[in-house]
């Protein structure tokens, strides 16, 4: 069995030029966590340029499902290079690009009658829904949640609502987007349990935001995701999104799912809203749709679709390489990864429950499938966030060659490969508590 293997101190020294040339050329607006310079993968493996090996629970921010470099994923993009690398599916047709659109429109919640709209990336993607969205219902406003991250463009940063840093600078940011606060269970807004939570955000938006703020015929559609990401890893109560259906329904307001995180069988389910019954209007998907190749995808019902030529389009949105990409990674999800998922989440879910009788500074474990958050409070009765010491956890972690990242105020996201084993993640775990171990020590 494989273990992550730490050969010199971290950064090392070829990681070491790397980062001083890193500072001088690149934007200093990326957010990295620690030192980590990598030159290759392999599955839930991955070396940085001085030969270390780190053992992945990232998979580079939840894109690469189906692990790095899958030798199939690898196989059908070379086929795919030799053949035609672009042309441009704004102004031309080929087949990757239609066979790619057939796929998701079968797969998709709901599954008959729906088109395709193909860009680069999960802002590209929602940018795209905001405009259908207000461009089919003639209506200007928009909801989103509190905590929810859409993406950095300008319809994406303005629908977003999980950092302030995401904003700030930038504004005006565009109108007509109103926040609601996000049924969160563990920490519930309005002062009230966990368990009327659903109810209460639905109560609000209709006898709050309806009556006083805009009225429900403006509103073009509400944004959410099913799991909330970037927001902190955080699952709704399960009837939340059915009664949201039937508000949005009884208002004639579409319901557009952002799937980019915790889409493609991350969740154990190809999309997350299959765990919660519901019908979207619309669905956005990214990130882990073509096991790291560039892809957005805005998938609608057709009948929403009545944006005439020129309206919208992408230059390299629907890449060919990249469309073949995702043929054979739902192939792969098909083919036994969503189960791998459900059931590698289960283990790992378990597992982690069982640290929180050993570390009081773990609050909540939550999540669905491989989206497993782990919430570092200051004290479990107040649910104060403990960013600083979720922080240090995470650098532990990675000093000993486990790749971790932060999701939220005070989480930390388990975000692996779809490929995962059993095995791969009692190492991470080995490894995951021992960091918790060193950080104990030095709280005394
Ligand atoms: C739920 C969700 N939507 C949209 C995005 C934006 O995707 P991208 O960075 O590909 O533009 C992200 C990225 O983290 C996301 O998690």
Aim: charged share 25%; glycine share 10%; hydrophobic share 40%.
């Amino acid at each position: 069995m494989l273990r992550p293997e730490i050969k010199t101190e971290l950064p090392g020294p070829k990681a070491k030029e790397w980062l001083k040339k890193d500072k001088r050329f690149i934007s200093p607006s990326y957010t990295r966590s620690y030192p980590a310079v990598l030159e290759r993968g392999e599955g839930v493996w991955i070396y940085d340029v001085d030969g270390n090996r780190f053992l992945d629970m990232t998979a580079g921010v939840a894109v690469l499902a189906t692990g790095h470099s899958h030798p199939e994923i690898i196989k059908v993009a070379y086929e795919q290079i030799k053949k035609l690398i672009h042309m441009s599916g704004t102004d031309f047709y080929y087949p990757a690009e239609i066979m790619l659109a057939e796929k998701l429109a079968e797969i998709v919640p709901g599954a008959q009658n729906r088109k395709v709209f193909f860009g680069n990336s999960g802002a590209e993607a929602n940018e795209a829904a905001l405009k259908l969205a207000r461009y089919h219902s003639k209506r200007p406003y928009i909801l989103a949640f509190i905590g929810a991250f859409h993406g950095r463009t300008y319809g994406a940063m303005s629908l977003s609502g999980s950092k302030s840093i995401h904003h700030k600078g930038f504004s005006p940011l565009i109108q007509g987007v109103i926040h609601v606060p996000y049924p969160d269970p563990y920490r519930p807004p309005f002062g009230i349990s966990g368990e009327e939570v659903a109810d209460a955000v639905i109560d609000y938006i209709e006898n709050v935001v309806f009556k006083k703020l805009v009225d429900p015929e403006e509103v073009a559609a509400v944004f959410f995701e099913p799991i909330q990401g970037e927001g902190g890893y955080i699952v709704p109560p399960q009837d939340f999104f059915r009664k949201l259906r039937k508000l949005t329904s009884k208002y004639g307001i579409l319901m557009v799912d952002d799937e980019v995180q915790a889409g493609m069988g991350r969740t154990g389910r190809m999309f997350a809203i299959e765990h919660f019954g519901v019908i979207p209007d619309i669905v956005t998907v990214a990130k882990g749709i073509a096991s790291g190749f560039p892809l957005g995808a805005m998938i609608a019902k057709s009948s929403l679709m009545d944006w005439s030529a020129g309206s919208h389009a992408s230059t390299f949105g629907g890449n060919p390489v990249s469309c073949m990409a995702a043929l054979k990674t739902i192939e792969l999800l098909e083919d036994g990864l969503i189960e791998n998922a459900e059931k590698m989440g289960n283990y790992l879910i378990d597992n982690l429950r069982n640290l929180m009788t050993r570390y009081d500074f773990i609050g909540d474990v939550r999540g669905k499938g491989l989206m497993i958050g782990v919430d570092i409070v200051k004290d479990r009765k107040t649910r104060e966030y403990n960013p600083e010491l979720r922080d240090r956890i995470i650098n532990e972690t990675f000093k000993r060659g486990l790749l971790m990242l932060a999701a939220g105020p005070s989480a930390i996201r388990w975000a692996p490969a779809l490929i995962v084993k059993k095995e791969e993640i009692d190492v991470a775990l080995e490894i995951f508590e021992e960091a918790l171990k060193t950080v104990t020590k030095r709280r005394r």
